[in-house]
């Protein structure tokens, strides 16, 4: 038997997310609707001698789709065959703007759901001096009325208790104008069964596009022949829906003083004022980045210590080997490559979060919308902005929610410039070879340097935003509009789902990834394509026969090197690399990186284990990967492999370039387009090697 | 003493009644938030330089941000 199908419906910040992790506790996962990347959340519920398949639908004020988001929602709840459709929906609440809610409940009862209302949120009935007759409210919505609080867990059993409700039909609250009774009577023939406020949908839709063609052309028809105006049509059910909810409401909701929106009112004096509010953010910003570089030190080194240890202790328990020499080289060393980083990218994940939770991202998103505007975007390009230094994949997905297509093109085609936590690796390791760990007024300076790192991703975002607004024609006139929630304390549990999901998701597929190419990259520096590679003993004992024993291990292993795949590979690219100051061994890393950025630091581990893992018994400190690094000599200019010139060239280039196959792959799915993905990718890397080369020449 | 203004003009503080939103460009969505015709709102936080502007929608108690170009279609009237 299909598991019965429950689906949380509501406005944005009625804390569904909060109703949602309390129904499935940790029983959920997040994926993406099939076909294109929105965020699905779902999740099983077992109780009353069953088990319930539960989705959290995207926040939505209404059922007219402004944006891809919110077409999701009406899709499922308009098309029975979808495989969401569910048994019963679960309309979120909260005390405050009840209002909004109702007339979302009514449009979805319409389109033939069955549904019973929640309201949420009952601990700011109080605070926010507001009254509610529940019986009257459960009368008029003829529906059961649940009460939560889904911070607490309050009345979630009662919730559950009533998952298996099936309230009788609730139609006609919506009186149709009788201007649109004749339009509407010839759409209704098009769909015979449908009911009578999903036809209205349709043609209220500007395009509705789960429908077959030809439907979707009767009705254009339709419109064309009654010149129906959409948004006329929307706006005129939203008045027509206030004022008789309104009017219904009147009896039964009770306000008085509201002690709640002073202070949200007081704090936002504050964090919106003029001058005051961009130091806070700023001030703000600058603090994630001081904790991201200063407070994951204990950690990392802890993880640096057992990965050292882990590797230590695989060498001396197992016997020589290829397959030894897979594990410990290939293996452990590109996975502890990546393990390192987790402290970073979580506490930036905490931060993101904790600013969602408590409501102050929209504030950003108001300081924010003037100073983006110039550039083509909009202030809700801050969020994917902000999430693309944690994560392009996310950030890309979380332009959906930006009405205006050329916003949420340009948002997208900038957002990898962010400085993403796949990056971090990389500039961490080169900010500490070539910045010293000296403090400058209290300030950690490798801290201000991958400061200045995340401006450059910053600067190179806005600026190409800027060049691209000049290149991309408008379709429709700009607008925004956005709701600033009253702040709230995090709900702590959405906090940790939040960065748990995200970090686990980052270092799985990652992970994935970074041991594919750490276990390609092994063969292809144990294996070569011609016998220099295999006699090598034989060779370099005739070149320079008098070498120490140590000596000969040493110069065996780095001409093998040389004469891999690895190696043949790394000098094939080399004549591209070398103006930008890298040698081949660098030049491999580079090569990838292409697969994904964060690859850089587990190859640069194998590749230097492989140069000189002779030595890695003598010295445990030369285990880690620094060191190693800094001891490495470029082998076209004798210099260190890694100085100021080549460091910083290295810098722009993994801050500019397009090195992320999954980003790209979403950039795909979300703008539907090879082209614009094709020029993104081109135009981020061709400004990359430039801005390298550059560098490098004028530095060296 | 003027007794009707565009929503860009308001200072922070002021109360008003919405009148009418003269384009049909500005999409619904704005009066599903309260930028309705009787719809009474106050104005409470302005962003610099010609920035977006927040106002307390009066009815649902919820503050929605707006950018001054649309707010500039929305006329209003004052009340006392």
Redesign the interface.
């Given at each position: 038997m299909k598991k019965p199908a429950i689906i949380l419906l509501g406005n944005p910040n009625v804390g569904k997310t909060s109703l949602f992790n309390r129904l499935t506790k940790l029983n959920q996962k997040v994926g993406n609707y099939p076909g294109i990347t929105v965020e699905k959340r779902e999740g099983t519920l077992i109780a009353n001698q069953k088990s319930y398949h539960i989705v959290d639908l995207p926040g939505t004020?209404?059922l007219?789709p402004?944006s891809l988001d919110e077409e999701i929602v009406f899709n499922i709840l308009s098309d029975k065959s979808n495989e969401l459709y569910p048994d019963l929906t679960i309309v979120v609440a909260e005390p405050?703007?009840i209002?909004?809610s109702i007339?979302l409940y009514q449009q979805a009862r319409e389109l033939g759901l069955p549904a019973i209302f929640v309201i949420n949120m009952m601990d700011e009935m109080d605070s926010?001096g507001i009254e509610i007759d529940e019986d009257q409210l459960s009368s008029l919505l003829k529906t059961k009325i649940i009460k939560t609080n889904a911070r607490t867990g309050k009345g979630i059993k009662e919730l559950i208790a009533v998952l298996d409700e099936k309230p009788a039909g609730y139609f006609n609250s919506l009186e149709i104008p009788s201007n649109y009774k004749e339009p509407l009577e010839e759409a209704k023939k098009l769909f015979p069964l449908a009911t009578e406020y999903l036809t209205w949908q349709y043609l209220a839709q500007e395009n509705v596009g789960i429908l077959p063609i030809e439907k979707q052309q009767a009705l254009l028809d339709i419109r064309n022949k009654f010149k129906l105006?959409t948004?006329?049509m929307?706006?005129d059910?939203?008045?027509i829906r206030?004022e008789s909810v309104?009017f219904a409401l009147s009896n039964i909701i009770q306000?008085k003083s509201?002690k709640q929106?002073n202070k949200?009112?007081s704090i936002?004096?504050i964090l919106?004022h003029?001058?005051l509010g961009y130091i806070l953010f700023f001030g703000l910003l600058f603090l994630i980045f001081q904790a991201i570089f200063s407070w994951s030190g204990p950690l990392m080194d802890s993880i640096d210590g057992l990965f050292a240890e882990i590797t230590a202790f695989l060498d001396a328990s197992l016997p020589d080997g290829p397959l030894t020499s897979l594990l410990i080289y290939g293996i452990v060393a590109g996975i502890g490559g990546i393990v390192i980083f987790i402290p970073q990218i979580v506490i930036l994940f905490l931060f993101l979060s904790f600013m969602e939770e408590t409501g102050y991202m929209?504030r950003v998103?108001?300081?924010m919308?003037?100073?983006l505007?110039p550039f083509g975007l909009n202030?809700k390009s801050v969020i994917p902005l902000m999430s693309g230094a944690a994560c392009a994949i996310p950030a890309v997905m979380a332009a959906r929610n930006i009405?205006n297509p050329k916003e949420r093109l340009l948002t997208m085609l900038v957002t990898p410039f962010m400085t993403c936590s796949a990056r971090l690796p990389i500039y961490i390791v080169i900010i500490a070879l070539i910045i010293p760990e000296d403090t400058i007024l209290g300030f950690n300076m490798q801290g201000i340097a991958l400061f200045v790192m995340y401006i450059l991703g910053i600067v190179g975002a806005l600026l190409s935003s800027l060049i691209l607004n000049k290149v991309i024609k408008s379709v429709r006139?700009s607008?925004?509009?956005?709701?600033?929630?009253?702040y709230k304390s995090p709900d702590w549990k959405n906090v940790i789902t939040n960065v748990w999901d995200k970090s686990s998701g980052f270092l799985i597929e990652a992970g994935k990834i970074i041991l594919m190419i750490s276990i390609i990259l092994w063969v292809l520096g144990n294996f070569g394509p011609n016998n220099k590679f295999y006699d090598a003993q034989e060779i370099v004992e005739q070149q320079s026969p008098n070498l120490t024993e140590e000596d000969l291990a040493q110069e065996v292993a780095s001409y093998q090197l040389e004469h891999s795949f690895l190696g043949y590979i790394g000098m094939g690219i080399e004549p591209f690399v070398r103006p930008l100051g890298y040698d081949w061994k660098m030049g491999i890393g580079l090569i990838s990186s292409f697969a994904a950025r964060e690859v850089f630091v587990g190859t640069m581990a194998v590749v230097y284990s492989i140069g000189d893992d002779v030595d890695l018994d003598d010295d445990g400190q030369k285990n880690t990967l620094l060191s190693k690094m800094k001891s490495e000599i470029n082998a076209n200019t004798g210099k260190p492999a890694y100085n100021f010139a080549s460091g910083i060239s290295l810098l722009l280039f993994y801050a500019f370039a397009m090195q992320c196959m999954a980003t790209i792959a979403v950039v795909r799915k979300e703008t539907g387009s090879w082209k614009w993905t094709a020029i993104q990718t081109l135009f981020m890397t061709g400004l990359a090697y430039v801005a390298a080369l550059i560098a490098y020449q004028l530095l060296k | 003493m003027q007794y009707n203004s565009s929503l860009d003009q308001l200072k922070i503080g002021e109360i008003v009644k919405i009148n009418e939103i003269q384009s049909t460009e500005i999409p619904a969505k704005f009066f599903e938030l309260g930028f309705y015709p009787g719809s009474i709102v106050e104005v409470k936080h302005k962003a610099p330089f010609n920035g977006p502007i927040c106002l307390n929608i009066l009815e649902s108690n919820t503050l929605i941000a707006i950018r001054k170009s649309e707010a500039k279609l929305i006329q209003a009237e004052y009340i006392k």
């Open positions: 004020y209404t007219f402004n405050a703007s209002k909004r007339i926010k105006n948004h006329q929307q706006k059910e939203s008045l206030h309104s306000k509201n929106s949200t009112n936002d004096k919106l003029p001058i929209s998103v108001f300081l919308d003037r100073w505007k202030g009405e006139s607008f925004l509009i956005f709701e600033l929630p009253t | -």
